[in-house]
């Protein structure tokens, strides 16, 4: 499936497996899952390698995935972005970084921050196995977001991934505002697709927007987000499950569809190209239409398309949940 972890990284993932009683892996996992789906932070549940382990199994694939997706889309809206350096910050064993070089293999550079030692003697065990130079040279730094004097290098290319959740609310605007600071390019923030990971991703766009960011997607606009509770604004990427995430998750599919929110913000100068509308949930395909839940400069709208309208039912009949959907254009 697309997004499914690079062969490298889920070779080097499975070899820290070896040996490991799948009794106690499955064990981990689950708790892990529980936990992270409660809206707990990784510090309660993450505190050796056995449950870093763990989460290779249970949440690695899936953040991969949902980041991966997040690094197409800004990839859409802006060609012209060639990320040189990359600060990968709440790393975690380097998902974002994993990400980041199969999106912009031009990458020379890369930093991976996180207040987890575990995480990151790991991160780096599983970097020096990429044949990417950016990845197998990377670095790591120990340090605490939420400490005002913590040192962050700039970076092209800054991505929050799955971390937000777990710092102080109060304290969530003040860190996004610092990290922009030290962004020369893209600032990519992505949540678990829950309404409390959306609230966030919400008041980060507000925050980056008044400190002159230019979004780049998911929102078609920078005005002010239309969307009311209870709905909030949630992507999904499917993807492959693993035989121990299976056994982990007593799954019965093998594959399972993580949901996330996200937003991209540039510097003004990236060349980006503009979208009329996204879509906002699955489209309803009938015999007689297709229908569009969107959201657009105006605020939120639905699209009908008659199929006797043949051009644009036949342009538009593949469009899926997430795309962008041009008026008059093709989605993309
Ligand atoms: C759910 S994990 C996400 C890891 C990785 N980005 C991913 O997507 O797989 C959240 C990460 O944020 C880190 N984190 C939490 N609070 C932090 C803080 N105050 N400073 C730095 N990192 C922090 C945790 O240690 C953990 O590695």
Same mark, same amino acid.
Request: glycine fraction near 6%.
């Given at each position: 499936?697309?997004?499914? +972890? ?5 070779? /080097? ?9 799948? #009794? ?95 995480? $990151? ?20 730094? +120990? ?34 505002? =610092?990290?922009?600071? /030290?962004?020369?390019?893209? $600032? ?19 925050? $980056? ?41 007593? =799954? ?33 395909? *009938?015999?007689?239409? +297709?229908?569009?839940?969107?959201? *657009? ?20 009949? #593949? ?5 962008? +959907? ?7």
């Amino acid at each position: 499936m697309p997004n499914d +972890l690079p062969d490298a990284l889920r070779s /080097r993932a499975e070899s820290l497996l070896e040996g490991v009683s799948r #009794k106690d892996l499955a064990q981990r996992s689950a708790q892990l899952s529980d936990h992270y789906r409660a809206g707990g932070a990784s510090r309660a549940v993450v505190s050796s390698k056995a449950d870093v382990t763990a989460y290779l199994v249970s949440r690695l694939p899936a953040t991969f995935a949902a980041v991966a997706a997040v690094f197409d889309e800004v990839r859409r809206r802006s060609e012209a972005f060639a990320p040189r350096s990359v600060l990968d910050v709440g790393a975690g064993p380097g998902t974002a970084s994993w990400a980041a070089v199969e999106a912009w293999p031009e990458i020379e550079t890369l930093s991976m921050m996180d207040s987890n030692r575990e995480f $990151l003697d790991i991160a780096a065990e599983l970097a020096s196995g990429s044949a990417h130079a950016a990845l197998s040279n990377s670095t790591r730094i +120990l340090g605490d977001l939420t400490h005002p004097d913590t040192q962050l290098p700039a970076a092209d290319l800054v991505i929050v991934g799955f971390a937000l959740a777990e710092l102080p609310e109060q304290q969530v605007a003040a860190i996004v505002s =610092a990290l922009w600071n /030290r962004c020369g390019g893209v $600032l990519v923030l992505v949540e678990p697709g829950t309404p409390a990971g959306f609230a966030r991703i919400r008041s980060a766009r507000a925050a $980056l927007i008044e400190a002159g960011a230019t979004v780049l997607a998911p929102c078609p606009h920078a005005a002010a987000c239309p969307i009311e509770a209870p709905d909030w604004c949630h992507f999904v990427q499917r993807l492959a499950r693993s035989r121990d995430h299976m056994i982990a998750k007593s =799954a019965t599919v093998p594959f399972e569809d993580e949901k996330f929110s996200y937003v991209a913000v540039g510097r003004d100068a990236l060349p980006a190209s503009a979208i009329d509308a996204r879509i906002l949930a699955p489209p309803k395909v *009938t015999k007689a239409e +297709l229908r569009f839940k969107l959201c *657009t400069a105006e605020g939120i709208a639905e699209k009908t398309i008659p199929r006797r309208d043949r051009q644009a039912y036949a342009r538009l009949r #593949k469009a899926r949940w997430g795309e962008s +959907l041009p008026t008059k254009g093709k989605p993309d």
